[in-house]
């Protein structure tokens, strides 16, 4: 298994969008933050053996990291051709050798069947996510139904959100019949990505999430 700084070094190569989408908040998750991400997913067995499922998976940045920590299979879902097509690029860069499997299609509404009760015999989902925050338009918490669909389909997620999401977070969470196990911030900086961005780079606050699910919502 591969450290969290070999696992930074190895998605350094992952490329991000080549014409990002504004109205898709379309930002490359930075390849730190997918690392400790990830690295945190292994460290409670949310990876090894599992089917992991990325929601909005862009170019593949967190589908990929996971890729180096020993999951059954990998699902990528994005309502973006060109970004898919950069991420299967992504997936022959980094030289993973893992099933993953990228699917065109809304992560809002994604082709995949509601997680059954949980039993011995059912299968581990994890999902991993860095949904758009909804910053743009003025729409805040955009990220629900991103939250909404990874408690249908997941036993356990990794979300990454604006700053401030606390209190909307834990609302939701506790709506749905979740608990938040592990809470961390993390902020990075990203280049200049879009016309009205008035510098070359700009700092970001964000919150990570680890939620269990509880299955009420998988019915």
């Not at 190569?13 to 690295?39: D, M, N, R």
């Not at 980094?94 to 299609?105: H, K, N, P, R, S």
């Not at 356990?156 to 709506?175: L, M, P, R, T, W």
Request: hydrophobic share 40%.
């Amino acid at each position: 298994m591969s450290t969290k700084a070999s696992l930074e070094t190895e998605l350094a190569v992952v490329a991000g969008f080549e014409s990002p989408q504004v109205e898709l908040e379309q930002y490359p998750t930075p390849p730190e933050i997918a690392a400790h991400v990830i690295h945190i997913a292994d460290l409670h067995d949310d990876i090894i053996d599992r089917t992991v499922i990325d929601l909005g998976t862009g170019t593949g940045m967190l589908a990929l990291g996971a890729a180096f920590r020993g999951p059954d299979q990998i699902i990528g879902i994005d309502l973006d051709r060109s970004a898919l097509q950069i991420a299967k690029m992504n997936q022959s860069r980094v030289g993973t050798t893992a099933t993953i499997e990228w699917i065109l299609a809304d992560a809002t509404q994604p082709p995949l069947c509601p997680h059954p009760q949980t039993t011995h015999d059912s299968e581990s989902i994890t999902v991993v996510m860095n949904p758009p925050f909804g910053a743009q338009h003025g729409q805040k918490h955009t990220d629900r139904a991103f939250l909404t669909t990874a408690a249908q389909v997941a036993d356990v997620s990794y979300s990454i959100h604006n700053s401030g999401s606390q209190s909307f977070i834990e609302s939701f969470v506790a709506d749905g019949g979740g608990d938040i196990t592990h809470a961390f911030e993390a902020s990075f900086s990203l280049d200049r990505q879009f016309e009205f961005h008035d510098t070359e780079s700009t700092h970001i606050d964000t919150e990570v999430y680890r939620i269990v699910w509880n299955n009420n919502m998988h019915e």
